[in-house]
């Protein structure tokens, strides 16, 4: 499987070289704006479509994704997790700090008053 997706890039073009690097650009930019990972939840812009968990993408896989740009691009995270390919993303999150955290942080100390 690897291997034939490895084929498959060594066969792109400059000009599919280019667009994939636009394609990546455009979902690194894309924030979830509803939903569980949203912006009410996870303020101001909710969360990079790059770190939504992939059981977040494929419930949106089976019961349809968004309408418009926003679901073709959760689409491609979707099919690009599913493969395995998560680290394409790397460089993409080390321009902006690291990952996006989804747990909430744990008190360290508690009272007992």
């Not at 740009?69 to 690291?98: H, N, T, Y």
């Amino acid at each position: 499987m690897l291997h034939s997706i490895f084929a498959i890039m060594s066969d792109f073009t400059e000009f599919d070289r280019e667009a994939f690097r636009n394609l990546l650009a455009e979902i690194g930019n894309m924030h979830m704006p509803f939903g569980k990972f949203g912006s009410k939840e996870y303020p101001p812009a909710g969360v990079p479509l790059i770190d939504l968990p992939v059981e977040y993408l494929v419930w949106f896989k089976e019961r349809g994704f968004p309408k418009g740009r926003l679901g073709e691009l959760m689409a491609q995270v979707c099919e690009i997790k599913e493969v395995g390919m998560d680290s394409v993303f790397d460089p993409l999150r080390e321009a902006r700090g690291g990952r996006y955290p989804l747990r909430a942080v744990r008190r360290r100390s508690f009272g007992f008053e």
